[in-house]
């Protein structure tokens, strides 16, 4: 068996600059991101200090040959001011341009939500952090609806499906970028057994 040419760990602090790098990438060139300007590294490590802080996962993948960053995810809290949305965390996954559709965002995502299932394994990760939070339950992957984009923006819907991703909104011309409107899409796959996508207790 051939060995695998990339690997998932826990990103490090060291590891920022060249996260920036890939999503520079989108930022300046796609609607993958709705930034219009590079995030700065400082910016960026705000973002790792406060993510990991929580407790909550961020991921690179390296090629192993090199040892260079080839990918990242990370889930953040979504609408972190407030409260009430706690129980939901926002996903977010790049890969870099130069290395799509070579299983690193799968390998990516594979582990991410492994850390979701089984989160008393991982050390470093805390879904609950005082008596009354009630934990991740729900994890939102958020996205342009670009018809320009690989399989006229198919292939990243199937990107998301195919983790158990279900569509739970659809908000038309919400986003602006590069002179043209975009509509706005969100996925969301539920970790806590038996919530469905659309809230209710199943059972
Ligand atoms: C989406 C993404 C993380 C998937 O990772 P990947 O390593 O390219 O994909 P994998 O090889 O693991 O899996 C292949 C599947 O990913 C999707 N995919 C592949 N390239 C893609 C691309 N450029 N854009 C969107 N989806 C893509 C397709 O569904 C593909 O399945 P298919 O071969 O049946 O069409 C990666 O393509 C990427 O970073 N895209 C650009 C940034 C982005 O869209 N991020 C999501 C933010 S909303």
Redesign the pocket.
């Given at each position: 068996m051939n060995e695998p040419l990339f690997a998932v760990r826990p990103a490090v602090e060291a590891d920022i600059p060249a996260v920036g790098a890939i999503n520079g990438y989108?930022v300046l060139n796609?609607v993958?991101?709705f930034r219009f300007t590079l995030a700065t590294n400082q910016e960026l490590l705000e973002d790792f200090r406060n993510i990991t802080k929580e407790g909550l996962p961020y991921l690179v993948a390296t090629e192993k040959a090199s040892n260079t960053i080839v990918?990242y995810c990370y889930t953040a809290r979504f609408r972190p001011a407030k409260r009430g949305y706690r129980p939901t965390v926002e996903l977010?996954?790049?890969?870099s341009?130069q290395?799509?559709?070579?299983?690193?965002?799968?390998?990516l995502l594979t582990e991410l939500l492994r850390i979701f299932k089984e989160p008393e394994k991982y050390p470093n990760i805390c879904l609950k952090q005082e008596p009354d939070d009630p934990g991740v339950r729900s994890i939102v992957?958020?996205?342009a609806l670009d018809e320009t984009?690989?399989?006229g923006g198919l292939?990243?819907k199937?990107?998301y499906e195919?983790f158990g991703f279900e569509q739970v909104a659809h908000l038309k011309a919400v986003g602006f970028k590069f002179n043209r409107w975009y509509a706005f899409e969100s996925r969301c796959r539920i970790r806590q057994h038996g919530i469905q996508a659309d809230g209710k207790v199943k059972g």
């Open positions: 989108y796609t993958t991101t990918g977010s996954i790049f890969c341009h290395h799509l559709s070579q299983g690193i965002g799968s390998l992957a958020c996205m984009g690989p399989s292939a990243l199937r990107f195919q």
